[in-house]
């Protein structure tokens, strides 16, 4: 079946440095991804929808200059969090529909731990 | 979307059957009801979905009420590695795999 990708895994990073976490599409065309972030014991939760060739729409109160999302190509969206905080640690996990929309592929998340 | 409702956590004995009750008594006409699995530390997997008719995969079994006000997930021989978050999500799809999770049920299968 279609796989999403992500890397890297896992990043420890000091507080105030930015961090850049890809995801990918490995063997179909994504003009659509989603982010989610997801707090210790807690559900996921949508920060923002990335388009391909157009700007990223992100969900009430996530900080747009904070998490800037590009998606460069039909397989790959990047999520940079600039100037990150002890705050910002969190499982980040990224989704790409399929070509019908009735079902996504999550990619195996990124373990964000900030010092 | 229609809000969805499920158990906080459930037990099952390997090698039998896990019911999983979802109740989505607000669903629309237009939406499915979908179901995703996460298992600890990994990304959520997709498992099935399905509008007013029962379906079975591989994976799972699906069983809508007629009135569509609820469902349930079935495993039908679960095993250890089964053990994981279950989301019941109902989405009309126009959302175009906009997923809104709940706190799904914590399924946790005994040897």
């Known amino acids: 079946g279609a796989v999403v990708s992500q890397h890297p895994s896992r990043v420890i990073c000091k507080s105030g440095t930015s961090v850049k976490i890809e995801c990918r599409s490995l063997?179909?065309?994504?003009?659509?991804m989603f982010w989610y972030r997801q707090f210790p014991k807690q559900s996921l939760m949508l920060m923002a929808t990335s388009n391909e060739g157009s700007k990223a729409t992100y969900e009430q109160g996530v900080e747009k200059d904070k998490f800037l999302i590009n998606h460069a190509s039909l397989t790959l969206s990047t999520l940079t969090v600039t100037s990150a905080h002890p705050e910002d640690s969190s499982f980040y996990i990224c989704?790409?529909?399929?070509?019908?929309?009735?079902?996504?592929?999550f990619g195996p998340g990124t373990r964000l731990t900030v010092l | 979307d229609a809000k969805t409702t499920q158990p906080p956590s459930m037990d099952c004995a390997e090698g039998r059957a896990a019911n999983l009750p979802c109740n989505h008594s607000?669903?629309?006409?237009?939406?499915?009801v979908y179901w995703y699995r996460q298992i600890h530390s990994q990304g959520p997997q997709y498992i099935i979905h399905?509008?007013?008719n029962n379906e079975t995969n591989e994976m799972a079994s699906l069983i809508i009420t007629e009135d569509r006000k609820s469902s349930t997930l079935i495993l039908p021989h679960a095993t250890l590695r089964d053990t994981a978050v279950y989301y019941c999500?109902?989405?009309?799809?126009?959302?175009?795999?906009?997923?809104?999770f709940g706190q799904g049920t914590i399924l946790t299968v005994h040897p």
């Open positions: 989704s790409a529909p399929t070509s019908t929309g009735d079902t996504q592929y």
């Open positions: 399905g509008l007013k």
């Open positions: 063997d179909f065309q994504a003009t659509t």
């Open positions: 607000t669903i629309s006409g237009n939406e499915y």
């Open positions: 999500i109902v989405d009309s799809g126009t959302s175009y795999g906009k997923l809104t």
